[in-house]
């Protein structure tokens, strides 16, 4: 028989709290486990009524409505073009792109109208400023303005890309040409230049390559521009540690000429007949037969009245870039975006903005409307260039060795001066 003390006996006292206590400690340690793990309360998105509708008809009394309270020079002010050529452009993009069809919400309430949207990115543009800016005037909110404003570019390169940034056709190149030789330069289509575009926002790993010594990251445009200020030619996206010839290796903007795709052109320069349009450079552009550079330090009366004029006229492009960028100041202005593509779109749909504008305000279209208010008639005699579009400059011999041709560039540089003088001289 086992002995009674080997046996543990528990006698319960009514008075003694510690089991009370023990217990109590470990409900507040589970308590405070759970709480722990239980993750934060969201926060919800706050939903503001902006009154869309209220906003469309302020917009259209104001600017779009057969009395409308602001003219059409005010419109031209602050939208940068004419009002036929904005409506334009909102019908094709309702027409063609579906995001800026109008549409109805779950409720049948009318959404966002195309005029609106189109407002809305058009103002980002031309202003330069944040997203949410437009949201007390258009009552459209920042989210849906940025996508407003990333579906207004692309479908504005999609639509008028391939017409408002081609490459000059054969009736283009005759009105080109035709002011080269009016100006004294015969044989020239336009002046090549390039610009930075600050990069505000660039990643931290690619600013050293987007980055020049000490300052802001920037990403350089090379373009082609003519008298009227049309840009024919645009090649974006380089680094900014790129000078003018690094940018040059990288364009295509001899690619028509070097694969024999460009048009075959004829023209005399002080009795010498050539077959090869040039640009009108600065001074760090290399000597090739495409390129015509001004006299450093002129001393001779007719190099001083050469370099007058090719520095005077090599301004194009430079005019052009101050316009682009007061009429549109995102480009003027860092850009705020972390997307390499979606800034080369902005920069795209900017320039044929550009150029859209350009053919709607100026005078004439062709080469026969200028001759024909100049001078009465719709023919000009002496002309002493032509444009064949049936070229296969291939067969002439290799196309990098006619582009770089040191001597052809020499010869045509001192037949431009002999013209200029003959044309201008005192």
């Known amino acids: 028989m086992a002995s009674s003390s080997n046996k543990f006996h528990y006698h319960y006292d009514a008075n003694d709290d510690s089991l009370d206590q023990i217990f109590q400690e470990q409900f507040d340690k589970e308590l405070e486990a759970a709480a722990e793990e239980m993750p934060a309360p969201k926060n919800k998105r706050i939903y503001i009524d902006r009154k869309r509708e209220e906003g469309h008809n302020?917009?259209?009394?104001?600017?779009?409505?057969?009395?409308?309270?602001?003219p059409e020079k005010l419109f031209r002010r602050r939208f940068r073009m004419n009002k036929s050529l904005f409506l334009r452009i909102v019908n094709r993009l309702t027409a063609e792109v579906p995001y800026f069809r109008p549409k109805k919400d779950a409720t049948f309430r009318d959404g966002v109208s195309p005029l609106q949207q189109c407002t809305a990115a058009i103002r980002l543009l031309a202003y330069g400023g944040a997203a949410d800016g437009v949201d007390e005037y258009i009552r459209i909110g920042e989210t849906t303005a940025r996508a407003c404003l990333e579906h207004f570019v692309v479908g504005i390169v999609d639509l008028f890309g391939d017409e408002y940034l081609r490459r000059p056709t054969e009736d283009d190149l005759r009105r080109l040409l035709f002011y080269g030789e009016r100006r004294g330069f015969p044989g020239m289509v336009g002046s090549i230049d390039c610009m930075h575009w600050k990069w505000k926002n660039c990643p931290t790993a690619w600013k050293g390559m987007y980055s020049r010594g000490t300052e802001k990251p920037t990403i350089v445009l090379e373009a082609v521009a003519s008298e009227d200020l049309w840009i024919w030619?645009?090649?974006f996206g380089a680094p900014g540690t790129c000078n003018d010839l690094n940018v040059l290796d990288q364009s295509p903007v001899f690619k028509d000429i070097i694969y024999g795709r460009a048009p075959e052109l004829k023209y005399n320069v002080n009795g010498r007949e050539?077959?090869?349009a040039y640009y009108l450079t600065d001074g760090i552009y290399p000597e090739w037969a495409t390129f015509v550079k001004s006299i450093p330090r002129p001393q001779h009366p007719k190099h001083c009245l050469f370099a007058e004029h090719q520095e005077g006229a090599r301004k194009d492009v430079e005019r052009a870039f101050g316009v682009l960028q007061s009429r549109f100041a995102i480009i003027k202005n860092p850009s705020l975006l972390w997307s390499k593509g979606k800034i080369a779109y902005i920069?795209?749909?900017c320039l044929i903005l550009h150029n859209m504008i350009v053919e709607d305000e100026r005078d004439s279209y062709t080469l026969e409307q200028e001759l024909e208010q100049e001078n009465g008639t719709g023919t000009t005699p002496g002309r002493s260039f032509s444009v064949s579009m049936a070229s296969n400059l291939e067969g002439l011999g290799d196309g990098h060795t006619r582009v770089h041709d040191r001597q052809a560039h020499h010869q045509l540089k001192e037949d431009l001066i002999e013209n200029i003088w003959n044309k201008f001289g005192y």
Do not use: E
């Open 347 to 349: 920069m795209r749909a």
């Open 58 to 70: 302020r917009l259209w009394n104001d600017y779009f409505s057969d009395n409308p309270t602001y």
């Open 274 to 276: 050539y077959n090869l």
């Open 233 to 235: 030619h645009a090649f």
